[in-house]
């Protein structure tokens, strides 16, 4: 990866091919999220809380496959859901955190100048003959408005959700049809139990922040994982048939 | 005679004294009506000593039962990661002479019996790893400054097992403010003018200077040396055991670090000396040293220059601070209605972070037991005298098994060591059963051990004692299993030294991040 600061000056002829997205989202197992798109991101995937290695912070993601490096989602050409994952339709761009000498802290939008996605061929541009941005680059925009809008929203919900001990560990024992076990480590959801314990003033606070939507977007989408179950079944009773 | 018990008054603010009234109001204060009530009183005059600044692993317990947050204790005590001992130039006095007591135990212990078989392929096999590199994978993580966990790792949960180095007078600190705000512990500043009996023999109540007479129904002696309760007023005898131990001195200094960013050893430094042995200690802000040596086989100039020596130049601004040591315990430890834990009970040389230890397992049996009636008291009074005593007795032993298994030489401190005079009955007996079997689960058969198998394990074969296995040479004729064990040791090692973060990297994270709770 290579994060460049976008300017119009250097990057005006910069062209772009969407359909290669497929080389960054094949191997892609989870993608975060942010709380505005749960209920969206709900209708196809589980959302699970992970933790960063660098921090050990939890952050929501939507679970796309059962093991590492596998995206149960991808058909070869898009990925087969009805929401794209704003972190996933936001590349190769990216916001920045630009740390300026008196302290200050500046958001950038960035470009990954190593992502296959930045391609001399590619089909899209930035900036069309009237020196306007195109309808794609104003998509992109959106895109990263969105995300860097509900970034301290989806920090401080999941903040709270750990301060309040209400997350647990998912302990997930999957046996596949083909008869393989298969255990997931380090995810984790919200404790129901504890969730619907709460004191009602809890529950008052969590509704006047906006909370109780997505608690309960992560809690029904466990549902969701037996839809990649039967999807790795499928992919694997599939890959049997080719080879029989 | 039918009283019951509805009060406890612990006596002394220091690390005794807060662990002590944690636990029990952790376990009796539930938020009713009839709770327990708990109540310390300390004077404002009588410092704390602050010695104990290394736990053992049942420290995480203690502090996840007591409800407090890893990540807060970390922050406040500038606590760092322990994983053990390493001991240097304890066995030959030679440059390179080291071994560790690490705090993971041998690989498939105890179902597998490995020290056997690396006795076995030791014997005469100078390429064979040492005992605790062979068996354990933390040795390696220790040499390479490592954590023993990751920042995604929970709150009191761990990669390899592990204990604390933490600031002592913090600690207390911290302890009381979770005390008094969160257990519901009754703080009295005062300084107790008087222990006043009744008939019986049991304490009535304190005379105090500015709150009046403070009554309990039990009293918990934490005033430190002082022994104001269990010795000044109840008479219990103080029970010596210089005979065995011979340290009775320490010199000690908090020696900053050199750069913020030094490393932070993430074990303890035992430095064996000509007479006696200096402890390092590594915590976030400062190293805390100290030599510990026998006055009667040196003087204090001599183990001034010998401090010096370990610590380097920084010594020239620093003033060490001399404490004595009376190695020793009392008689009984609970008596009538008073029980003494911390250094009121008895003190030894801090050679395996004993002090802190005891006082968990005591105010945690004492919290466990605590009688419901004056006339059922005795009778737990005298358990707790028993299991504690056998306590401080396999202390003792353990202490003196690494003086008498060391091969130096070059002072009478170290020789005098060895005379079988001063070697207890009970430690003669088990070395005459480990020359033919390594020591086991059985050997250590009650409730009340302190120290497991595994223990005397990595101190024996670390300091090169040899066992004679040609009786029983058909234990350790199949060597697939162990060799299996040898293997998964070998792959902990790589995995995890390539793993694991530095040690002051981690606590740095911790203290930006916090760890989550789960």
């Known amino acids: 990866m290579h994060l460049v600061e976008l300017s119009r000056q250097h990057h005006g002829g910069l062209r772009l091919d969407p359909a290669r997205i497929g080389e960054q989202v094949a191997r892609c197992h989870m993608v975060p999220l942010v709380i505005s798109e749960f209920r969206r991101a709900l209708a196809d995937f589980p959302i699970v809380l992970a933790k960063s290695a660098e921090t050990g912070r939890f952050s929501p993601y939507a679970l796309m496959g059962l093991s590492p490096e596998e995206n149960l989602f991808w058909d070869g050409t898009r990925l087969d859901a009805a929401h794209v994952p704003l972190n996933l339709s936001r590349l190769p761009f990216a916001i920045g955190i630009d740390q300026q000498p008196d302290g200050a802290v500046r958001n950038a939008v960035c470009v990954d100048m190593e992502s296959p996605l930045v391609s001399e061929s590619g089909p899209e541009a930035l900036i069309d003959g009237q020196g ?37 560990e998912m302990r997930l024992n999957i046996v596949l049809e083909s008869g393989k076990p298969l255990v997931l480590t380090g995810l984790y959801g919200l404790d129901e139990d504890k969730f619907n314990r709460l004191p009602d003033a809890t529950v008052t ?40 | 005679m039918n009283e019951r018990i509805k009060s406890v008054c612990v006596v002394g603010g220091g690390s005794a004294g807060w662990l002590a009234a944690a636990v029990i109001a952790a376990r009796h204060r539930q938020g009713h009506e009839d709770d327990l009530a708990v109540t310390l009183i300390e004077s404002e005059a009588i410092g704390i000593i602050g010695v104990g600044e290394g736990t053992w692993p049942t420290m995480r317990n203690t502090l996840r039962k007591i409800g407090v947050s890893e990540t807060d204790f970390f922050r406040e005590c500038d606590v760092s990661f322990k994983q053990g001992a390493k001991f240097t130039r304890w066995v030959t006095g030679a440059e390179d002479d080291f071994y560790y007591h690490p705090l993971v135990l041998p690989e498939g212990f105890p179902s597998l019996d490995l020290a056997s078989f690396w006795n076995h392929y030791a014997a005469g096999n100078e390429a064979v790893p040492s005992f605790s590199d062979a068996v354990c994978f933390q040795e390696a993580v220790c040499e390479g400054g490592l954590a023993p966990k990751l920042i995604t790792t929970p709150e009191y949960g761990c990669v390899a097992n592990y204990a604390y180095h933490l600031d002592a007078h913090k600690f207390a600190h911290f302890l009381r403010k979770h005390c008094i705000e969160k ?23 304190l005379a105090t200077h500015r709150n009046g007479p403070l009554a309990a129904d039990l009293f918990v002696d934490c005033t430190g040396f002082h022994a104001l309760l269990i010795g000044k007023a ?14 009775d001195r320490a010199l000690t200094v908090q020696v900053p670090y050199d750069t913020p960013d030094q490393e932070i050893p993430p074990y303890t430094i035992s430095a064996a000396q000509s007479n006696g042995w200096i402890f390092d200690i590594g915590i976030q802000t400062r190293r805390g040293v100290g030599y510990v040596y026998s006055t009667a086989h040196t003087t204090k100039e001599r183990a001034e220059a010998d401090l010096a020596a370990h610590v380097g130049p920084a010594i020239e601004k620093l003033q060490p601070r001399e404490i004595p040591i009376r190695s020793g315990h009392r008689e009984i430890f609970w008596k009538g209605n008073c029980v003494a834990v911390g250094l009121s009970a008895g003190f030894l ?21 605590l009688p419901a009636t004056r006339d059922t008291m005795d009778i737990t009074a005298r358990r707790f005298n028993d299991v504690t005593r056998y306590r401080w007795d396999r202390i003792i032993d353990f202490l003196k098994l690494h003086y008498v298994l060391s091969k130096r030489t070059d002072s009478a401190f170290w020789e005098d060591n060895r005379d079988p005079a ?5 430690l003669q007996e088990q070395l ?21 198998a595994a223990s005397y394990q990595y101190v024996l074969f670390g300091m090169g004692f040899k066992m004679d296995l040609s009786e029983r040479g058909y234990l350790v004729r199949d060597g697939v299993r162990a060799e299996e064990a040898f293997r998964r040791n070998a792959a902990l090692k790589e995995k995890w030294t390539r793993s694991l973060p530095k040690n002051r990297q981690l606590i740095e994270k911790i203290r930006e991040f916090g760890m989550q709770r789960v």
């Not at chain 2, 480990?434 to 497991?452: I, K, L, T, V």
């Open chain 2, 349 to 369: 040389e801090p050679l395996e972070a004993s002090a802190l230890v005891l006082i968990e397992l005591s105010v945690e049996m004492i919290s466990a037991m």
């Open chain 2, 183 to 205: 257990l519901g512990v009754r703080h009295v500043v005062d300084e107790v003018d008087d222990v006043v009996l009744d008939g019986k023999g049991d304490v009535a109540h």
């Open chain 1, 205 to 244: 606070e969590f509704r006047q922040h906006g909370y109780l939507t997505p608690a309960y977007a992560m809690m029904l989408s466990t549902a969701r994982i037996q839809s990649l179950i039967d999807r790795r079944n499928r992919a694997e009773a599939g890959d049997r048939a080719w080879f029989q």
């Open chain 2, 422 to 426: 001063t070697i207890p009955e009970s």
């Open chain 2, 234 to 247: 109840l008479g219990v005898p103080f029970r010596s055991c210089q005979d065995v131990l011979f340290i």
């Open chain 1, 132 to 168: 306007r941005d195109t309808a794609y680059f104003l998509g992109v925009q959106k895109v990263l408005h969105e995300l860097l809008s509900y970034k301290l929203m989806t920090e401080q919900f999941v903040q709270t959700l750990a301060d309040r001990d209400l997350i647990a």
């Open chain 2, 432 to 452: 005459a059963l480990w020359r033919y079997r390594a020591p086991g689960d059985q050997d250590f058969s009650s409730n009340s051990e302190m120290f497991p």
